[in-house]
């Protein structure tokens, strides 16, 4: 989970600031561990398909990892995005910040919290559920990203297909159960992206404020402030509790995770989860 505010505010008083410079203000109103982002067109979506795997990976491990053509059939086709600044989160939402959160509130803990692999102070908190992190970025008076706010963030101005650049560097992200749990929140310094954020490809899925749908790109001209599809659309069709978790309505999910393969480390990567659901990898 990472959390994002509107710059409405930020802008207005920055119209009072005329003794200072621009940079100087900025820096003086930007909330700790929060990174501004600009008004820059950006790029959301790839017109290529990725390939599955590296090409110089191993070929056990890139059977290990191996994911289907048909899983980036919604990364495209690539389209314009305007966005209004906003403030973004450095780091993923740690286990500390969650648990000030809970004291305060009363609110309940998240599945998985005492899992010893996953509930150190520094780890990003775990089994929060799309509810349970839209709920928590009210209680700081702050929201969830938008999908093409994070995107923005983790690409940065120049498109990159990873953030910090274009190569796939496995060094750069913890996936794939390299280290069998998460990592702190400020780990990999060598994968941050080009704004500067933290673990924006591996360690947890990150939930954003827009709901799913495969095809919404599809329909896409360039948009101003993009806010996702206005209702949700039905993932697959019989409805059982089986399928609860991979059919019904969904909410997207980005960034890959520790648990999850190479491919979904990409920036462009889509993914999709039950808002209900609450995981270890999310």
Sequence with gaps: MRIAKTMMGFLLMMG???????????????????????YVPSVMGLDKEAPATSGNASAAYQQRNRTPASTFNDEGPAHMVFLDPYLIDKYEVSNQNYRDFLRST??????????????????PVVGVSWYDAKTYCEYLSKRLPTEAEWEKAARGPHGNLYPWGNDFDPARANFGKTHEATMPVDSYREGVSYYGLHNMAGNVFEWVSDWYDPKFYGRLEPMVNPTGPAK??????????????TLGEKRVIRGGSWIAPETTLRAIHRFWNHPSNNSYGV
């Design 16 to 38: 009072f600031m005329a003794s200072t410079t621009t940079a100087q203000a900025e820096d003086s109103l930007i909330p700790a561990n929060m990174v501004y982002i600009g």
């Design 232 to 245: 949700p659309v039905w993932i697959g069709g019989t409805g059982t509790y089986v399928d609860f978790l």
């Design 106 to 123: 009363g609110y309940p803990a998240p599945a998985y919290w005492d899992d010893p692999r996953l509930n150190r102070p520094d780890q």
